[in-house]
């Protein structure tokens, strides 16, 4: 009997050896998890500390040892030793390390600003009114030349006339510019257009619009400057050529439709949505076939094909742990900016991740009905048909349309590094200031990115 | 001495689960409640210490109204009373001991309790108990590894911490399988020869002809019967069940006569 | 009949179904601008990037430098023409002297085997103009052919020198610039996670039972509640974090604690959903139990509630660290801080690739043994 019980590992001897090397007096009192365990902890703390920390903060891993000794002794008594301290020491050091590294600094959230850009998201840029245009338009030749007379800076449409006088005018020169026939008392637009068709704005500095109001019976007059940024383009600036002056009259016709840029939110969600699509379908048509070689029960049959399950998994986590923003950036090196470069790299990243989940489904097959098939005297193919397919296809389903939930939301930062998309349009946005368009942006994201969340969540509860 | 009077209760939904009901029972006494799935016996269990507020009718107990207790008097009024369920009601994730002790919460200091923190004659009173429901090996297991006889064992060891004066059991043995359910029943038959009023309700007539001192039976919130085990016959059977219930427990008398 | 009907009733259904799928690919297929011939072309334009991965700049050795100078004079006379000597390391010219824009060849003679050499001009002036990088063959020899360019002429009487620097490595490999920068910026990306993690975690737990149905939706008062936190956690969640972060870096400006702020503010809701699922799911059995003991209130949440939801709320805080982790190395690229604003860097200067590789080497590895950490932790817990 004396025999069979293992000796007692002694408390002392198991204090001593951890005093030496924390965890060491563990693995003698054959807790060799917890051993490892302290050891790595006690290496991560004092590494943390080594590198960042000021002297101060060496506590952490000296509490971390000394808690140790007493570990190694209590397990070597078979006492239950809490590891809330070195836990606590642990997060302690991490926290205070962590603060510092990642410089949180409130102060640098100036509320100011903040609001600044907070303010116009809650005004979002998605519709405007549907407006009627009334346009009219007269030429006017810049600038005046000796040589050749301009021709009439005048214009009959119908009820409406435009003109300006002089016929011609040079650069930063005034020019009198007049219509009538307009609708009455409505703001007008007038602006600049040039020969190439270049838009300038007359208002301010040459940088805002010049809007003035036409009086009851629909006419107005005012003076312009000719903007100083038309000859820019042209070889020789003494040519005389026509440019354009427009009036534009804008009213509501009821209704609303997509502004600009909220033209451009359901492009880029659209192409957000496209995107995640055509990679679920990519992925899942090559993550198939590799989820068989990557299942272990399929592939353990002999040292070959368990060679190739071993690379294949290596590969698949290997990938895995690359985000697909990385990815996206090589593909735009590769097929330039655009959606399709989005499509590779989503496609990619969800390959290796649907692979992973596919050969769990296969590892897990219940090996119950296909016996109950074969029994029934089934060949080969009516087993695969009625005892393998039936118990993956579902799981199988679930995890796409779950993939395919991910990668919208992916689909809408892939952009950010020029993978095409919503994201796309957002970081420019943001770069330009324009913060209504973010907020048309947000609203789009937040109701497709819900809705199908919700879809899907839907589908999948279905099917399991 | 329990004694309740005219208690009635309607769920929020319009369900009349118990209407107007009055019985006694006397210190020292077995008894069971029986009646139909839905009949309202959990309903009048939980009524008796208030973990479902009746309507209207008065729950006293030694002149104690248990119906007008304040919270904290109703507190100590169920520190008294213990309580074993059919699906156990353990914490799962927790301990057998942790589970045990926590029958002691309503004695414990609230601020040391909150620490997880117990006396020592707690924690020796925890061990008799699983002791004397045979499972003190089991202390330090998780409560959903032990087999479903011992959790309800856990179950009855965690209401014997509580000191009680009475034990209500609800359908105490309607998980688990005949052999196992004459022994959680004789741990209850004998505590109530230790002297504790046992209240419990079950749903098979044999169990109750062998355990009960009286019985009382529910039909849909109403009482229909009370008396002893021996006065349930075949008439009285077949006004607590009904007409369909008769063929299938027809053997059962027989083989009983 | 109408049992016959049923079949053809699918197919239609099927075909329907089917249809509007080719349709929603077919659509799909042009939006995304799908051009595999052009990816197959094109591949090659990876190459650069692909070998600087996979030559990572982890390590350097010490370089020591031998310079050999010679005075050249241009144009010819300008200045006294150079002794050549015919032993020890030497450079020779094919001519003493040269004007400009015409072409000359420069040889050394037994430098160092095998090693680098900068050759450049050092400019009267005091500037210098590079020549070229050449590697020497065994016996310590170079050539190559030099356009003299006229900012080499001399001034007042002081001609250029052609210098030859050869850059021998010694010492031991130890870690590159690249590496310990990689090393701390990865420093940062995981305290990033960290630190939002936790402060998530913190928000979250509380509000999450706002948005648990069993414990919130009573009364008018409650069930409003129960729909505005529950909505309001779907509605952050369907941002992505780097979303919330460029908005962030724009009012903040660039820097980790953006990035982080960003992170909390999206794994709030995220963790709340969860946990308030975790919560929705606790069995009310043994709250009953608990209360039957003539616990209070207090006690009965510790000793019924905290117990069933605690190994789940743990379990999700893990996975969230995981995932922020792999979130953080990317928010960078949006003014985010961390690994991923290096290696946005990187890769935007033309010179950075090997420094990107590295980057993403570190990436790579600590996604994966986080990954492979937290798996093991929740596999624990359950
Ligand atoms: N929380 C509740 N809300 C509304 N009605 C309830 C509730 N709990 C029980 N009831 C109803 O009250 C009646 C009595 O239920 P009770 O659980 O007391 O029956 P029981 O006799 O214990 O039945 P069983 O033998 O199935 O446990 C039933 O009709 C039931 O549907
Ligand atoms: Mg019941």
Redesign the pocket.
Known sequence: MKTKAPKRPSPWLAGALSLLLPGLGQIYARQRYRGGAVLIAFLVVLGMVAWYGQPAWYFAPLGIWLWNVWDAVGQAGERRVSVLIPLLLGLTAAYSIGWQMVRVDFTSANWERGLAVLRPMFRPDLFERRTELNRMWTPISVPCSTTQEAPPARRQDGEKLAFATPDCAGVLETVIVSVSGMWPDTDTEIWWETNIGDDKPLGGNENAPLIVRTDETGSLTTTIRVPSTILIAQPDPTLQLTHRIYFDQRRPIGGLQFSTNGGFVVKGMTESVTMALMATFLAVLLAIPISFLAARNLMSANPFTFAIYVVVRTVLNFVRSIESLILAIVFVIIVGLGPFAGVLALAVHSVAALAKLYSEVIEGIDPGPIEAVRATGANWVQVVRYGVIPQIVPPFTAFTIYRWDINVRSSTVIGMVGGGGIGFYLIQWIALNDMRAVGAAFIAIAIVVMTLDYVSARIRERLV | MLRIENLTKI?P?G?R?LHDVSFEVQDGEFLVVI?L???????LLRCINRLIEPTSGKIFWDDIDITAASPAELRHIRRHIGMVFQQFNLVKRSSVMTNVLSGRLGYANPWLSLLGIWPAADKEMALKALERVGIADKAQSRADALSGGQQQRVGIARALMQDPKIILAD?PVASLDPVLSHSILQYLEQLNKDGLTVICSLHFLDLVHRYATRVIALKDGVKVFEGLPKEIDRAKFKEIYGEEAQEVRAASFEAEA | MKKNLAPIARLFWNALGIAILVFLFGASYRVTQIDFPRLVRDAYKARDFVMAFLSPDVVTRDVETTVIEMNFPVPCGSAPEAEMPDSGPRLVTNVPCAEARQTFILEGFDLLPNSEVNVSWLLPTGGTLRIGRVTTDEDGHFLIEVEVRPITAAQDGVPSRITAETLVPVGPLKPSQALLDVMREMFVTIFMALLSTTIATIIAAPLSFLAASNITKRGVLGTAVYYIARSFFNFIRSFEPLVMASVFAFWLGYGPFAGSLALTVVTTASLGKLFSEAVESIDSGPIEAIQATGANRLQTVLYAVVPQIVPDFISFIVYHWDINVRISTIIGFVGGGGIGYYLNEQINSMVGYHRAGTAIWAIIIVVWALDFLSAEVRKRLT
């Open positions: 769920y939904n369900t689960a009646g799935s839905g009949s309202g016996k959990s309903t359908e």
